[in-house]
């Protein structure tokens, strides 16, 4: 059973639009979400994170919005850059156990 | 920063060799991870350690085994290569200690069985 489900599997954007990915858990008691971001050739980085008892997260052009009554958060990239292309995973995590990652989005954003 | 050093960035080895992977980080974190990744099935965890000599199966945890003899170093042992298990292995480290502890990965073996 898949715990955190993530979509679009794949995206290419065009260089200036915004991409967004998606993802949706089931185990409530999740408390912790962060998203990473994993470039060719490299192990994933973390990129953002957000914990439920806040609507949105923003670092510089990277969002988190989160819907905790839907059991959603997704990322969004405003101003998306070729640079931004990469496998984006999201992720969930309930105390101190394992994370739980989706299954990856790979951006692509033509320039 | 935190450092996760994996020994090989490639590897080709045969079918039916016993392979090592090895994975040393630098931070004193108690907790250790291996990973496989492969296309369209994203990261899948193998086993994971949450201190010396300990030891805990993951997900898909056929086919391999682990070592932590010392906290800063955790190997993932393929007793028998096949050629299914050629794929991108990634180690990872974390603390549990702070509010919003996340995991640093290593760069990754690529492992193809031949």
């Known amino acids: 059973q898949q715990q955190v489900k993530q979509s679009p599997q794949s995206l290419i954007v065009q260089k200036g639009g915004i991409s967004i990915i998606n993802c949706a858990y089931e185990n409530t008691a999740f408390d912790y979400f962060p998203w990473y971001q994993q470039f060719p050739g490299k192990g994933p980085a973390l990129l953002i994170a957000i914990r439920p008892d806040v609507s949105e997260k923003k670092e510089g052009r990277f969002t988190i919005s989160f819907n905790k009554s839907a059991k959603q958060f997704s990322l969004h990239i405003m101003d998306s850059q070729p640079g931004d292309s990469a496998t984006y995973f999201c992720a969930a995590r309930r105390g101190s156990e394992k994370l739980v990652f989706g299954k990856g989005t790979k951006l692509t954003v033509n320039p | 920063d935190v450092k996760v050093t994996q020994s090989s960035r490639y590897l080709v080895k045969r079918t039916g060799e016993k392979v090592f992977l090895e994975c040393v980080q630098d931070?004193?974190?108690?907790?250790m991870f291996w990973y496989r990744q492969d296309p369209g099935l994203g990261l899948r965890l193998i086993y994971f350690?949450?201190?010396?000599?300990?030891?805990e199966k993951g997900d898909i945890p056929e086919g391999y085994s682990v070592s932590r003899e010392k906290k800063e170093r955790f190997s993932l042992i393929l007793e028998s290569a096949s050629t299914n298990q050629t794929s991108m292995y990634l180690c990872a480290s974390t603390t549990p200690a702070g509010s919003l502890w996340s995991y640093t990965f290593g760069s990754g073996t690529r492992l193809t069985v031949v």
């Open positions: 350690s949450y201190d010396v000599k300990m030891k």
């Open positions: 931070m004193d974190h108690e907790n």
